[in-house]
């Protein structure tokens, strides 16, 4: 079932692809996102928060056929390739899981472990023979004993294997008291960049263009009761600043009253997982 429905979703991201040329490209390599950049039109990664689809190595080969070039190993809970943030005991990956992992570094697909459990997180800095990547998440030294969050130890074994971590902008993921501000969130940016360099550092907002809290009232709080209570999540999820289309403009202006320079902060803003996929992509 989870392979057809993943199956669907690959379809209709090319169709909608194919349906508006003139606006959308999907990225398959790293000159896909310097076309996106030099025609102006809006680039399309494709990827999953899971990988239960994938049923075996061939199943890897045939999504990244498909334009899928990230795909998170787990979500919150188990798997059978490893374990989530959220669930009881963490086990690491498995025999069936490193297989997957191989055939995703095989073909250039990303792996992504944003919200795997601690052990499994570490195992796939271990198993993989590429850089893995954290999207979007946040730093458990900041926020302690949140499961969404990782670890200085997790941090700097994905700096050593060359990934690169996205920051979460949800506020139960950046501070663990109110209010949270957006010196909150550049607390994490800078975090990262202190233990592991501002190379491996990126914004993973994990918020569409007007953040969550806009959001009709039940689908957010259906949204919010599809996780554990260690979630934590409190009256309003999104962080001032950072809940608008222009927030990149209120980072940037807040990277800079930091002391951060033109290249540190385009490094950021995308730079460094612009050279972290071309590397996973061989492109």
């Known amino acids: 079932m989870l392979f057809r429905s993943v199956l669907a979703y690959m379809t209709a991201c090319n169709g909608l692809i194919a349906e508006f040329p003139d606006l959308l490209i999907r990225v398959d390599s790293a000159a896909d996102l310097e076309r996106?950049?030099?025609?102006?039109?809006?680039?399309?990664?494709?990827?999953?928060?899971?990988?239960?689809?994938?049923?075996?190595?061939?199943?890897?080969?045939?999504?990244?056929?498909?334009?899928?070039?990230?795909?998170?190993?787990?979500?919150?809970?188990?798997?059978?390739?490893?374990?989530?943030?959220?669930?009881?005991?963490?086990?690491?990956?498995?025999?069936?899981?490193?297989?997957?992992?191989?055939?995703?570094?095989?073909?250039?697909?990303?792996?992504?472990?944003?919200?795997?459990?601690?052990?499994t997180t570490l195992d796939a800095f271990e198993i993989s023979t590429q850089p893995v990547l954290v999207t979007h998440s946040s730093c458990r030294t900041l926020v302690p004993g949140h499961p969404r969050c990782k670890t200085d130890e997790a941090i700097k074994a994905m700096a050593r294997r060359g990934g690169v971590m996205g920051i979460a902008a949800l506020r139960n993921f950046v501070s663990p008291r109110e209010p949270v501000t957006l010196d909150d969130y550049i607390d994490h940016v800078e975090h990262v960049a202190r233990i592991a360099g501002i190379e491996h550092v990126g914004i993973g907002s994990d918020a569409d263009l007007h953040g969550y809290d806009d959001l009709p009232a039940p689908l957010l709080e259906w949204l919010k009761g599809r996780n554990k209570s260690s979630y934590g999540f409190r009256d309003r999820v999104d962080i001032p600043g950072l809940d608008h289309p222009k927030k990149v403009f209120d980072l940037v202006e807040g990277?800079?009253?930091?002391g951060y320079g033109d290249e540190q902060i385009r490094a950021v803003l995308g730079g460094n997982f612009r050279r972290v996929l071309a590397e996973i992509w061989r492109s």
């Open 255 to 258: 990277l800079i009253r930091r």
């Open 36 to 119: 996106v950049r030099s025609e102006g039109r809006l680039g399309i990664i494709p990827g999953v928060q899971n990988s239960e689809h994938f049923r075996g190595p061939e199943d890897v080969e045939r999504f990244h056929q498909l334009g899928q070039r990230v795909s998170q190993l787990t979500y919150n809970a188990q798997n059978l390739i490893g374990a989530g943030a959220t669930e009881r005991v963490d086990g690491g990956i498995s025999d069936f899981g490193a297989g997957i992992v191989a055939a995703m570094n095989k073909v250039g697909m990303a792996a992504d472990v944003s919200h795997c459990g601690d052990r």
